[in-house]
Every structure is written in C-alpha cells, then in structure tokens.
C-alpha cells in the first residue's frame, strides 16, 4: 500500500515525482523506487520526509 499511496497523494498535489524529489531530502531515482515498491521497507527518515512534503501523517501513507 505504502507505494499506492505515496503516489495516490502525490498525484492529489499535482506534484511530479521531480516536484516531490525535490521537496524532500531523497533522490529522485529512491522515489521512484518507493512508487513502483522497490524499497518495500524504507528507513523511518525517508517515510517522514515523504510523509511531510505530502502534508499527510506517516500512518496515512502506510494504511
């Protein structure tokens, strides 16, 4: 799920996978593998950084 909605809220922002790369403190190549759920288990740091640049809480973008 975690990959779904990653990019479910993403989209909602009308954010690019560059646009939200760049919000963040993660590389564009690690978000898309979060996206495609290449990085099935993301260290903690990353699911905040995403989590706050998609103004939702860690638990909504792992639901």
Known sequence: MLAA???RYRKK???TQEGLARKTDISYSTLIKL???EIADPRMETLKEVAK???VSIDN???
């Open 53 to 55: 640049a998609l103004n």
């Open 13 to 15: 922002l009308k954010l």
């Open 35 to 37: 996206e495609s759920g």
């Open 5 to 7: 909605n990653i990019k």
């Open 61 to 63: 973008l792992v639901e």
